[in-house]
């Protein structure tokens, strides 16, 4: 995935919409900020996620945190290779260390959340 | 109140340090990630600042005396430059503090937890009675730095007057730094092998460079917590507190009862014969997800204890706790539950410490 084609909610999670699909997964600097991943918990094929609501947990060595869904949907695939090896996702959070795909509803956008610009600014106003 | 700053705070916020409020101080967590730090102690050698430790000296003719009435072992079987564990319990004997006694041919030292230095200062000065001690704490003016790992005394080869590889485990030597003095002693909290400094505040970041040139790898208290717990030592305020006694903690080897009366030697005695107490265990859990502190032990969904520390540990890829148990369930292989957050994860009692370096 492009990041600059991408978009991103506040809390660090990334999606790229394709047609009736969203991709989820976190972002560089979410991974940047956690280090050493050890566990990824993520939701089966069939569930519901809602919009800001949470849809999993990824844990560091010295902290869990919430990953929370930026669309409403269900889960029509998880990346099942997270679990033995969460190190995919610090070495390719927009690539290999997708999370989840997300069905949405037709006219669905991603308007609501950032751009890649607007999400660096934030960033960078968290003084990291 | 802010927080206390090391004479090393301004090298570790230069150096890309993520820094955490621990204890009253501003202390590195990590420098490039918690897993590499712990892999360097246990391959290699890694450096810790641990400055905020409490520092004290003891001079006089009544300081063995003092430190006798305070602590569970014994301060009079100890030789010069000998360094011993033991614990500082309250009237119950419950633990106070977990401390390191040192004992030099001119008088003695004890280092304590940093966010019990305030509460053990207040101790002795409470308790000192009429005795003939001087007690100084020299925390502020000094600074304390640990090396560690298998690399760690080889690489300290010529840094101080004194030939370090000499030293014995759990002894110490008074010597110069370049000409400044410094005490140091093969001590450590890794459960690797290793020295810990003491020099004066002003030459910190000098013997910090110095280690650092010589290929020690600046490591943070996050890695310092990994690593402790795989070598299954207490953490105070996690699996000793002012509640839990020694006998609890496993540590029944560091109170000595006929060495004399101690403040909570009378409780201890008594509590030494409980057998209804909850006592400290390691856990292995299936998977990967780590157990926290405060997370349920249950045995047939009844509880029957609490984690007091728990991790995914870098060297055996593993998730392992200690937590407090049931005596019923403390067995080795004694199959539990964890609850982590609403959902159970198999573990069973294991054999501490998880990790034992080679000798």
């Known amino acids: ?128 | 109140m802010t927080a206390l700053r090391t004479p090393l705070y301004d090298w570790h916020v230069s150096h890309g340090a993520r820094m955490v409020e621990f204890g009253g101080w501003d202390m590195p967590v990590q420098y490039t990630g918690i897993v590499e730090e712990h892999q360097a102690v246990r391959t290699a050698a890694g450096l810790f600042d641990i400055s905020h430790m409490g520092r004290l000296s003891f001079a006089g003719p009544d300081a063995l005396g003092l430190i006798q009435h305070v602590w569970t072992n014994n301060a009079a079987t100890m030789k010069d430059w000998q360094v011993r564990y033991g614990l500082v319990c309250n009237e119950q004997g419950g633990t106070r503090d977990d401390v390191l006694v040192y004992r030099w041919p001119y008088g003695w030292a004890m280092v304590v937890n940093a966010s019990n230095r305030p509460k053990i200062v207040g101790w002795l000065s409470q308790h000192r009675a009429g005795r003939d001690v001087q007690i100084a704490d020299q925390t502020l003016a000094t600074c304390m730095v640990a090396v560690q790992g298998p690399k760690a005394v080889e690489l300290c080869r010529g840094l101080t007057d004194a030939d370090v590889s000499q030293l014995a485990y759990y002894h110490g030597v008074a010597t110069r730094y370049r000409g400044d003095q410094c005490v140091v002693s093969r001590t450590g909290y890794t459960g690797e092998d290793g020295l810990e400094i003491m020099l004066g505040a002003a030459h910190a970041v000098e013997l910090w460079e110095d280690l650092l040139a010589r290929g020690a790898r600046p490591c943070g208290l996050g890695a310092r917590d990994t690593l402790r717990l795989e070598a299954a030592m207490p953490l105070y305020g996690h699996e000793l507190t002012e509640e839990i006694d020694p006998y609890q903690a496993g540590l029944g080897w560091a109170v000595k009862p006929d060495k004399g009366d101690f403040i909570g030697r009378d409780a201890l005695l008594r509590r030494r014969e409980d057998t209804s107490e909850r006592r400290r265990v390691g856990l292995e859990l299936e998977g990967k997800r780590p157990a926290r502190e405060g997370a349920a032990v249950l045995r047939d969904g009844r509880e029957v204890g609490k984690v007091t520390s728990g991790t995914v540990t870098p060297t055996l890829n593993r998730a392992i706790a200690m937590a407090y148990v049931d005596p019923a369930c403390t067995a080795v292989g004694t199959a539990l539950e964890v609850d982590i957050r609403g959902k159970p994860a198999a573990a069973r009692v294991v054999k501490l410490p998880f990790y034992q370096r080679a000798k």
């Not at chain 1, 660090?12 to 600097?29: N, Q, R």
């Not at chain 1, 869990?64 to 969460?86: I, Q």
Request: glycine share 8%.
């Open chain 1, 1 to 128: 995935m492009d990041p600059k084609k991408l978009r991103y909610a506040p809390t660090h999670e990334w999606a790229s919409l394709e047609g009736d699909t969203c991709t989820i997964g976190i972002t560089k600097f979410a991974v940047e900020q956690l280090t050493d991943i050890v566990y990824i918990e993520l939701p089966d094929v069939g569930d519901h996620v809602f919009k800001g609501d949470g849809f999993g947990e990824i844990e560091s060595v010295k902290a869990v945190s919430d990953l929370y869904s930026p669309v409403d949907g269900e889960v029509t695939a998880v990346n099942e290779k997270l679990a033995n090896d969460p190190s995919i996702v610090t070495n390719d959070p927009y690539g290999k260390g997708w999370m989840v795909k997300v069905k949405v509803e037709p006219g669905t956008t991603l308007d609501h959340l950032l751009t890649l610009e607007q999400y660096e600014k934030q960033v960078a106003s968290e003084g990291h």
